[in-house]
């Protein structure tokens, strides 16, 4: 009985690497229902077992994920949610894994057009991306180009919002570039967004133009 109850630990260990393996792996292939089923099995079986506040914020970050691959946009902004209180929680608001958890709740926010709760959110954690990663990390270059996304989409932007989006973004373009390279990603990215907002700034300086006339 002793040998057994020793041995329990490492077994639960193996499991959850099993569990967290294959979620992944699913997840990779696009088979993503049943990565959700997997994931939403071992988020439970983990806090049963009571493992650390920690470790469950981790999971519940990757079922965000997977709700996210499915259209199940409402279950993964919650779950962003609640994913970034607990690491403001956990690890305080200089960390970067709550600045990630914001940025992946602002992006979820997005994705549901909440534009006003997503500004909000940014506008008070981009200082502190700036702060404590750095005006060329990746994930401040990536928050900030969330932020003039959301400027500029917002169904009631205003023109000093668009002009702000397009500012952010031409600074953004050429420290991406430095730093990324062209062909990354996330560069191609933000030239895009810079494009689209040039444009529709343009649209907009046109049409007050025309109505000042």
């Known amino acids: 009985m002793l040998e057994d109850v020793r041995g329990r630990p490492e077994r639960d260990q193996v499991q959850s690497l099993a ?49 996210q691959a499915l259209g199940r946009d409402e279950e993964a902004v919650l779950m962003r949610r609640d994913v970034y209180s607990g690491r403001l929680r956990l690890n305080g608001e200089e960390n970067k894994r709550t600045i990630l958890a914001a940025n992946n709740y602002a992006a979820s926010l997005v994705i549901l057009q909440r534009h006003g709760e997503a500004k909000s959110l940014m506008h008070k954690m981009m200082p502190v991306a700036r702060r404590v990663l750095g005006n060329s990390d990746e994930l401040t270059l990536k928050m900030r180009q969330n932020y003039a996304l959301t400027l500029y989409n917002a169904d009631d932007a205003t023109l000093e919002d668009r002009r702000e989006a397009a500012e952010t973004l031409e600074e953004l373009a050429p420290t991406a570039r430095r730093v990324l390279g062209g062909a990354h990603p996330l560069t191609m990215a933000i030239d895009e967004a810079l494009e689209a ?9 046109a049409a007050t133009t025309v109505g000042d006339a």
């Open 19 to 67: 569990m967290n393996v294959l979620g992944n792996g699913l997840s990779s292939a696009d088979r993503d229902e049943e990565a959700l089923s997997v994931r939403e099995a071992e988020l439970a079986m983990e806090r049963r077992r009571g493992e650390s506040e920690d470790d469950l914020l981790t999971m519940q970050g990757s079922l965000a994920m997977s709700y």
């Open 197 to 205: 907002s040039r444009g529709v700034l343009s649209a907009c300086e």
